[in-house]
């Protein structure tokens, strides 16, 4: 059975940068697709940013676009989540999943890592 682990969040001011990090465990990561959610006190979990199993295609959420990036690095079974010009908007709980297909559902979550953005 796989598990996902987070890292890489922390406090940052407005503007700033952070770089989140997934690692799975337990089984490759490099046949699936692989996403980036998050939740913010109060609101329902959103997609953030996916991306395929060779990383040819990505896909972002309107609110992010531009400002991150996801990448993966298949031989690490790591996923990555590069995050510029953080607003303080974006403070959430981050987490990353893991689906077949960027069109299936999402069968495997992470515990999160904490994102907080101040102002």
């Known amino acids: 059975q796989v598990q996902l682990v987070e890292s890489g969040g922390g406090l940052v001011q407005a503007g700033g940068s952070l770089r989140l990090s997934c690692v799975a465990s337990?089984?490759?990561?490099?046949?699936?697709?692989m996403g980036w959610f998050r939740q913010a006190p109060g609101k329902e979990r959103e997609f953030v940013a996916a991306?395929?199993?060779?990383?040819?295609?990505?896909r972002y959420a309107d609110s992010v676009k531009g400002r991150f990036t996801i990448s993966r690095d298949n031989a690490k079974n790591t996923v990555y989540l590069q995050m510029n010009s953080l607003k303080p908007e974006d403070t959430a709980v981050y987490y990353c999943?893991?689906?077949?297909?960027?069109?299936?559902?999402?069968?495997?979550w992470g515990q999160g890592t904490q994102v907080t953005v101040s102002s």
């Open positions: 999943a893991r689906s077949l297909t960027l069109s299936s559902s999402y069968g495997y």
């Open positions: 991306i395929s199993w060779s990383g040819g295609v990505t």
């Open positions: 337990g089984r490759t990561l490099s046949s699936y697709a």
